[in-house]
């Protein structure tokens, strides 16, 4: 049987290396050896916390989609212009006893060939955003903005600025408000807004309603005080994780708002956001603001979940020890 490191969430707040057991791989799989990865603060934090209502992310779990490698082996099915690519893996299933949630967070996967994306000419580092740009598009392509639209973004933690960065592509204008002025730092809007203390309410620095809020604090309270500004029949975006919706009924009533949620990725989101940050249409760089080795996993989950001023962490394998 082999065996490898991967990142387990044991019981509540508890997160660490561990070794687990591989299943044996298929002639139509791939082994990627794992160089980066990240942490998905909104349903990570959640898995940490153990609130997340699926059977198969009962703890101990190994968390993680954000996963970026290189091909060491193929299956005796495989194209052998596979081997020593590098490759983004949205988690994987290839573990015997214990869950995957996504499965990813693994100094080794073994996963279909047919499941992996090639990065090409994208730097690896940037690779482990592609999750993330991925659902930012989803979401925007569900809103379908047209250019001259105005669009308010809440928040600019990752998903935020990513939404912000596809919907000015698309040709919306745009306006991003946070409570933090780092976070802001990395922005890319057409209008950026710092609210909170000490600042202005978000309706006196924002003028003129917007054709659409974009919610991606997982704050209610941050989106019912953005309502005012919603335009008639305007539409709402959630791209947020919530445990519950709790909203004033009726400025939703009066103004006739939608409401979209957007859950994942949809197929061909994944290759076509690859190919906007290979082309620098989609610029992802500036995201990356926290680097640590894999072997301080525990301070990475507490920076990552917990440090405002990071908005994308970086775990770094390379020397991910090997028992």
Same mark, same amino acid.
């Given at each position: ?8 969430? %044991? ?15 298929? #002639?139509? $799989?791939?082994?990627?050896?794992? @160089?980066?990865?990240?942490? %998905? ?37 495989? *194209? ?8 983004? =893996? ?5 573990? *015997? ?30 690779? =482990? ?28 933690? #990752? ?18 408000? *946070? ?10 809007? $057409? ?34 005080? %953005? ?20 909203? #004033? ?28 940050? @290979? $082309? ?15 072997? $301080? =996993? ?26």
């Amino acid at each position: 049987m082999t065996k490898t490191q991967a990142v387990v969430i %044991s019981k509540p707040g508890e997160v660490g290396l561990q070794m687990v057991t591989l299943r044996p791989f298929t #002639p139509q $799989d791939v082994i990627v050896q794992t @160089a980066y990865t990240s942490i %998905s603060a909104g349903t990570e934090r959640m898995l940490l916390a153990g609130q997340m209502p699926h059977p198969m992310l009962k703890l101990p779990v190994i968390p993680g989609y954000e996963t970026v490698g290189r091909i060491v082996e193929i299956g005796d099915e495989v *194209d052998a212009s596979w081997l020593n690519r590098w490759v983004y =893996v949205g988690g994987a299933q290839c573990y *015997d006893g214990i869950n995957a949630a996504w499965g990813g967070q693994s100094a080794r996967l073994s996963v279909p060939a047919d499941r992996v994306i090639p990065l090409d000419e994208v730097d690896p580092r940037h690779g =482990v955003l592609l999750a993330l740009a991925a659902t930012a598009l989803h979401g925007i392509n569900l809103l379908d903005p047209q250019p001259g639209d105005r669009l308010l973004v809440l928040g600019q933690g #990752p998903v935020g600025q990513l939404a912000a960065r596809l919907a000015r592509i698309r040709g919306a204008q745009v306006v991003v408000a *946070d409570r933090n002025e780092h976070r802001l730092a990395h922005a890319e809007a $057409d209008q950026i807004v710092q609210v909170g203390e000490g600042h202005a309410p978000l309706n006196e620095q924002v003028v003129g309603g917007v054709t659409a809020v974009i919610e991606a604090t997982g704050s209610m309270t941050a989106l019912a005080e %953005s309502l005012s500004l919603l335009a008639q029949k305007g539409t709402i975006l959630l791209l947020g994780y919530y445990q519950t919706l709790q909203l #004033p009924y009726m400025p939703l009533f009066l103004k006739e708002a939608r409401l979209l949620t957007a859950k994942e990725w949809a197929p061909g989101d994944l290759l076509h956001c690859r190919d906007l940050i @290979a $082309d620098g249409t989609l610029d992802v760089s500036a995201m990356l603001t926290h680097y640590l080795p894999i072997t $301080d =996993v525990a301070t990475a989950y507490d920076v990552a979940l917990n440090d405002a001023n990071c908005l994308k962490l970086v775990l770094e394998w390379q020397n991910a020890p090997s028992n």
